[in-house]
């Protein structure tokens, strides 16, 4: 990733008090006069987790499970309860056993049988811990930096080397929990592809990164979706030109609408996709960059089918196509003079492969990104927020997750954790 000189993060506001006062020292357990909303005999945590047993549709295969969390905690963990946790494509495709990443089936938490918690995204407050003097204390924030966490539960133990520390200061939780995924997914690529060098004396030219500062074009898909959101304000932040395509809504006021809001956060043109698909898509594009002249040379796909093979068509040579998601269920398309006599690289991009790989770039950009919204130059993505507290329905939170991938949605699902 492009080297990045570190933001200073200034907050703004007062943070959120949470209910676990900062400033109490970590003890090495959970005693019993610890001021928890629900706690059983002896000092135990009352905890609730969405678990499935074995892969399938969220709303068979999903079961609410309540379990108890004792007070001796391993030495060098934590015991942490949600504050916000959101609801992720990627996270229904891991329960229908359609994701790249499996997560772990275990008996920890006493099911029946051996069974899996969803959720890769969220924010946790730190309720106990399991050694003194621990670089963590009760009331800080974390976030989940390791695969397959399982955020989808009102309390957890993890090792303390798990979990990333964030100053709450100027956040929500909901701010804070929806960072890991749709902004960070953004950020990575943006700040690491772009068009290739094209063929050189020395062979095939590298991929160089659209230069901030320079004007450079990309165009992507989705752009109303929550990794879309954050491309447009991180290319308006880095100086970089956006061309986004969005579907069309129901009525031609609801798409003008739409495309207001989009260039309300940044972006330079937005284009429906029945305009995106037709012929006359060519002659504005010519135009837009000035016959070719300022080229576009990185395309964003989150969609793929004819979406995907009409964002090729819009690059420059030697251009490159990022998918990163596939919403439409359908394959990408790649004619094949795209390949031979346009030079255009295309590639896929996994976040979960970037963040093994480069834990210490992953952290910079969570608080580069953290540093922007408490500064107010990022703006939140729209969400639906679930409350989730003790007495919430199973029904309820199954609903919740069966209706991420289903029409037009107000916004990310995200679930809130209240007295539980």
């Known amino acids: 990733m492009a080297t990045l000189r570190a933001s200073r993060l200034r907050p703004l506001s007062p943070a959120w008090r949470p ?7 970590c003890a090495a357990n959970l005693s019993r006069t610890a001021v928890r909303h629900k706690s059983g005999p002896y000092g135990y945590t009352q905890a609730k987790a969405l678990v499935f047993s074995k892969e399938g549709d969220p709303s068979d295969v999903l079961s ?12 060098g963990s ?53 050694s003194p003097n621990m670089a963590l204390q009760r009331g800080d924030w974390v976030l989940p930096f ?4 399982g955020t989808w539960q009102t309390h957890t133990i993890a090792d303390a080397a798990a979990v990333h520390k964030i100053d709450k200061t100027g956040l929500t939780p909901v701010q804070a929990a929806t960072v890991l995924v749709n902004p960070s997914t953004a950020y990575r690529i ?34 109303n979706s929550g990794v879309g959101r ?8 880095w100086g970089l030109r956006s061309i986004n395509v969005v579907r069309d809504r129901a009525t031609p006021a609801a798409t003008a609408a739409l495309r207001a809001e989009l260039e309300g956060l940044g972006a330079d043109v937005v284009v429906p996709e029945s305009e995106f698909l037709a012929r006359g898509w060519r002659d504005r594009l010519a135009d837009l960059t000035r016959g070719g002249r300022d080229p576009v040379g990185l395309a964003l796909n989150c969609v793929g089918g004819k979406s995907a093979t009409a964002l090729a068509r819009s690059l420059a040579d030697a251009g490159t196509l990022v998918s990163y998601g596939g919403m439409a269920r359908q394959p990408v398309a790649l004619p094949t003079g795209l390949l031979i006599f346009r030079d255009l690289r295309f590639v896929g991009f996994w976040l979960t492969r970037w963040n093994d790989r480069d834990v210490r770039g992953r952290r910079f950009a969570v608080e580069d990104l953290l540093g922007m919204i408490r500064e107010g130059r990022f ?15 199973e029904d309820t939170l199954k609903d919740a997750v069966a209706g991420t991938l289903s029409g037009y949605r107000k916004g990310k699902g995200v679930f809130v954790f209240g007295e539980t």
């Open 230 to 237: 954050a491309a447009i304000q991180l290319g308006r932040l």
């Open 190 to 223: 943006l700040r690491s592809y772009g068009p290739g060098e094209g063929v050189r004396p020395d062979g095939l030219g590298a991929m160089k990164p659209l230069a901030p500062g320079s004007g450079a074009w990309f165009i992507q898909n989705g752009a």
């Open 64 to 75: 609410l499970h309540t379990h108890s969390i004792s007070p001796s905690l391993p030495a």
């Open 379 to 393: 703006r939140d993505a729209p969400v639906d927020e679930i409350p989730w507290s003790w007495d919430t329905k």
């Open 146 to 149: 390791a695969p397959s966490f």
């Open 78 to 130: 934590v015991l942490l309860r949600a504050l916000a946790a959101p609801i992720n494509p990627a996270d229904i495709n891991t329960i229908q056993g359609t994701y790249g990443a499996k997560p772990p089936f275990t008996s920890l938490i006493g099911t029946a049988e051996p069974s899996a918690i969803p959720g890769n995204e969220g924010v946790f407050e730190v309720a106990a811990c399991g």
């Open 19 to 25: 209910a676990i006062s900062p400033q109490t020292p």
